[in-house]
């Protein structure tokens, strides 16, 4: 890990990769994160490591550093829920994204650690070649075979016997542009391309209008999935198919805030904020069965949950 000031990534990332927002989780000052350049195949390359809520590139950054480049994102660790134009996709890692660097972008990690490569390919380069078909926010799957060739260009590409040849490395550049040109040229069907864009943009608004409803409603002890789908005007599968992009389901998440909110009460009652009974808490947070709280606490934390204060302070050495 390494541990940096939120204002020294900030710093770092706009000297490599031009203005952005940086906007950390509540009370986040310092991150585990990192921004290093190289150069491979003839492009520089950015290696960008962070735990932060998001990075924006708004109207207000492009007025102030409008942008050489094309990045293409290339999602090596980690989970990002990217944005650009009608795209919007929850990149997982295999995942890429060419993202255009004058149009307003986002990329949101919800806190969670990252890591991440972005090829910085010219924009004047790119358009001569591809213009009629160009655009920002070009998904590209980790399951399509462009992608898994434009991989193997990059493996060879950190290979430093071969970095170190220019004759190889201007190879693979064109490489590069050879199967960024075949995946775009493949896209101008608009039939395909209007049936992929509502795909990722109703899956990605899904995940993120369910997500915000469980945060909210979390302690109604009276919901359900089903009631959830009927408010949303969903139905339950596509609220699955959505959470899948987090690797969750909406019960999973569901279970995963209540048992959040218990342990906050917990320790609470431990530290004597709080005068009140564990079945108080379990069915504040929205458990109707004291049982079944009981249960799954002790399954996920390996004791009952009023010995859970107990427990975490006792593991909490103080010198002094």
């Given at each position: 890990?390494?541990?940096?000031?939120?204002?020294k990534?900030?710093?770092?990332?706009?000297?490599?990769?031009?203005?952005?927002?940086?906007?950390?989780t509540?009370?986040?000052?310092v991150?585990?994160?990192?921004v290093?350049l190289?150069?491979?195949?003839?492009?520089?390359?950015?290696h960008?490591?962070?735990?932060?809520?998001?990075?924006k590139?708004?109207?207000?950054?492009?007025?102030?550093?409008?942008?050489?480049?094309?990045?293409?994102?290339?999602?090596?660790q980690?989970k990002?829920?990217?944005?650009?134009?009608?795209?919007?996709?929850?990149?997982?890692p295999?995942?890429?994204?060419?993202?255009d660097?004058t149009?307003?972008s986002g990329?949101?990690?919800?806190?969670?650690?990252?890591?991440?490569?972005?090829?910085?390919i010219?924009?004047?380069?790119?358009?001569?070649?591809?213009?009629?078909?160009?655009?920002g926010?070009?998904?590209?799957?980790?399951?399509?075979?462009?992608?898994?060739?434009l991989?193997a260009?990059?493996?060879?590409?950190?290979?430093?016997?071969?970095?170190?040849?220019?004759?190889?490395?201007?190879?693979l550049?064109?490489?590069?542009?050879?199967?960024l040109?075949?995946?775009l040229?493949?896209?101008?069907d608009?039939?395909?391309?209007a049936k992929?864009?509502?795909?990722?943009?109703?899956g990605a608004?899904?995940l993120?209008?369910?997500?915000a409803?469980?945060?909210?409603?979390?302690?109604?002890n009276?919901?359900?999935?089903?009631l959830?789908?009927?408010?949303l005007?969903t139905?339950?599968?596509?609220?699955?198919?959505?959470f899948?992009?987090?690797?969750?389901t909406?019960?999973?998440?569901?279970?995963?805030?209540?048992m959040?909110k218990?342990?906050?009460?917990?320790?609470?009652?431990?530290?004597?904020n709080?005068?009140?009974l564990v079945s108080?808490?379990?069915?504040?947070?929205?458990?109707?069965?004291?049982?079944?709280?009981?249960?799954?606490?002790?399954?996920?934390?390996?004791?009952?949950?009023?010995?859970y204060?107990?427990?975490f302070?006792?593991?909490l050495?103080v010198?002094?």
């Amino acid at each position: 890990s390494n541990l940096m000031p939120v204002e020294k990534f900030q710093v770092d990332l706009e000297h490599i990769c031009g203005a952005f927002q940086v906007q950390p989780t509540k009370d986040q000052k310092v991150i585990n994160g990192a921004v290093l350049l190289e150069q491979r195949a003839g492009f520089d390359v950015a290696h960008v490591a962070e735990n932060l809520q998001t990075i924006k590139r708004t109207k207000r950054e492009i007025r102030r550093d409008p942008g050489e480049n094309y990045y293409l994102i290339v999602q090596e660790q980690g989970k990002a829920l990217m944005s650009q134009r009608d795209t919007v996709r929850m990149l997982v890692p295999g995942d890429m994204m060419l993202v255009d660097s004058t149009i307003p972008s986002g990329f949101t990690f919800f806190g969670n650690y990252s890591r991440q490569l972005s090829i910085h390919i010219p924009r004047t380069e790119l358009q001569e070649r591809f213009s009629s078909c160009l655009k920002g926010g070009e998904y590209l799957s980790r399951n399509d075979h462009c992608t898994m060739a434009l991989y193997a260009v990059l493996s060879k590409a950190f290979d430093d016997s071969v970095s170190c040849n220019e004759t190889q490395s201007s190879y693979l550049r064109e490489a590069m542009f050879g199967l960024l040109g075949a995946k775009l040229w493949e896209r101008t069907d608009g039939t395909n391309l209007a049936k992929d864009l509502d795909v990722e943009i109703s899956g990605a608004q899904t995940l993120d209008r369910g997500m915000a409803y469980i945060d909210r409603f979390y302690a109604d002890n009276e919901l359900t999935i089903q009631l959830m789908a009927d408010d949303l005007g969903t139905s339950i599968r596509q609220l699955q198919r959505a959470f899948t992009m987090f690797s969750s389901t909406p019960t999973d998440y569901l279970l995963q805030k209540r048992m959040e909110k218990a342990c906050q009460l917990l320790l609470a009652r431990q530290n004597g904020n709080e005068n009140c009974l564990v079945s108080t808490i379990a069915y504040s947070c929205g458990f109707n069965d004291v049982s079944y709280f009981n249960r799954v606490f002790r399954k996920s934390f390996g004791c009952a949950p009023g010995q859970y204060g107990n427990n975490f302070y006792k593991n909490l050495k103080v010198d002094g």
